[in-house]
């Protein structure tokens, strides 16, 4: 009889692999919507809907459930990342969450070495401070910025009059100039990317921006290159099991697991 044991594409759980998946159900710092705290659960159940391939070299961890304190996430995201590193994982693909999750993921991992970083996103999130936190959401990637040298921005079409120094800081491709020669040779040389859905022009998002957002197919293209971190943020499930947004991160946690286990560049 077929069953679903509920990890991220019937991987096994907490063994010894080169990737280590985990996610990070966090939204209590987000301003608008709720919800993104579900998006690890439907991600992983809108995998049994998609077609794999079974020999994805990884285990899945499950998720880490911080308190509402950002602070106490981030410390919790690195507690959680240091074991895994003690444990020999090199290799992580994360499911937020949030975007805040991915200040702790690179932070941590910029001291192992993560060089070249990859923003996909809407909006710019490059405010020093939002809602008396510079762990906010909002803040990604002034932060990521500070760890890492070498940052872009892919897919941006919102930018506040306070972070629009973000234009001199950071390599950036609009949404409404996207292609997929140019991304791609970005994304190729990255270390560690990050995906907020909300680049795509979807309702199920915590933050939507419909004008130019990217195409899908377009954006799986642009998807190459070994990496050393993967994350996924900002989806809001409508419901569990074959949710839209949980199949669009399914599909590229698939691609993803690809590129951090070797098995496709």
Same mark, same amino acid.
Request: one cysteine or more.
């Given at each position: 009889?077929?069953?679903?044991?509920?990890?991220?594409?019937?991987?096994?759980?907490?063994?010894?692999?080169?990737?280590?998946?985990?996610?990070?159900?966090?939204?209590?710092?987000?301003?608008?919507?709720?919800?993104?705290?579900?998006?690890?659960?439907?991600?992983?159940?809108?995998?049994?809907?998609?077609?794999?391939?079974?020999?994805?070299?990884?285990?899945?961890?499950?998720?880490?459930?911080?308190?509402?304190?950002?602070?106490?996430?981030?410390?919790?995201?690195?507690? $959680?990342?240091?074991?895994?590193?003690?444990?020999?994982?090199?290799?992580?693909?994360?499911?937020?969450?949030?975007?805040?999750?991915?200040?702790?993921?690179?932070?941590? #991992?910029?001291?192992?070495?993560?060089?070249?970083?990859?923003?996909?996103?809407?909006?710019?999130?490059?405010?020093?401070?939002?809602?008396?936190?510079?762990?906010? $959401?909002?803040?990604?990637?002034?932060?990521?910025?500070?760890?890492?040298?070498?940052?872009?921005?892919?897919?941006?079409?919102?930018?506040?009059?306070?972070?629009?120094?973000?234009?001199?800081?950071?390599?950036?491709?609009?949404?409404?100039?996207?292609?997929?020669?140019?991304?791609?040779? #970005?994304?190729?040389?990255?270390?560690?990317?990050?995906?907020?859905?909300?680049?795509?022009?979807?309702?199920?998002?915590?933050?939507?921006?419909?004008?130019?957002?990217?195409?899908?197919?377009?954006?799986?293209?642009?998807?190459?290159?070994?990496?050393?971190?993967?994350?996924?943020?900002?989806?809001?499930?409508?419901?569990?099991?074959?949710?839209?947004?949980?199949?669009?991160?399914?599909?590229?946690?698939?691609?993803?697991?690809?590129?951090?286990?070797?098995?496709?560049?």
């Amino acid at each position: 009889m077929d069953k679903i044991n509920y990890s991220l594409f019937g991987m096994p759980w907490k063994t010894k692999a080169k990737v280590a998946v985990f996610g990070v159900a966090y939204d209590a710092n987000s301003e608008l919507a709720k919800g993104s705290l579900a998006f690890p659960a439907a991600i992983r159940l809108s995998s049994y809907g998609v077609e794999w391939d079974q020999s994805f070299d990884a285990s899945d961890f499950g998720d880490i459930l911080p308190p509402h304190e950002v602070d106490k996430m981030h410390e919790g995201v690195k507690e $959680f990342l240091d074991d895994l590193w003690g444990d020999g994982f090199r290799k992580f693909f994360v499911m937020g969450g949030n975007h805040s999750v991915t200040i702790p993921i690179v932070e941590f #991992l910029a001291e192992k070495g993560l060089k070249k970083y990859v923003h996909f996103d809407a909006h710019a999130d490059f405010r020093d401070e939002f809602l008396e936190t510079k762990k906010s $959401f909002a803040c990604v990637l002034k932060r990521v910025s500070e760890v890492v040298s070498d940052v872009s921005l892919i897919g941006v079409r919102s930018v506040a009059d306070e972070e629009k120094d973000v234009y001199d800081k950071v390599e950036i491709i609009k949404g409404e100039n996207f292609e997929v020669n140019n991304a791609k040779k #970005l994304v190729e040389k990255a270390d560690y990317v990050s995906v907020d859905m909300d680049v795509f022009p979807i309702s199920q998002v915590t933050n939507p921006e419909p004008a130019h957002g990217l195409e899908f197919g377009k954006f799986l293209e642009t998807l190459h290159g070994k990496k050393m971190g993967f994350d996924v943020v900002e989806g809001v499930p409508e419901k569990l099991y074959g949710d839209f947004v949980g199949t669009q991160g399914a599909l590229i946690a698939r691609r993803a697991l690809t590129l951090l286990d070797g098995s496709v560049v």
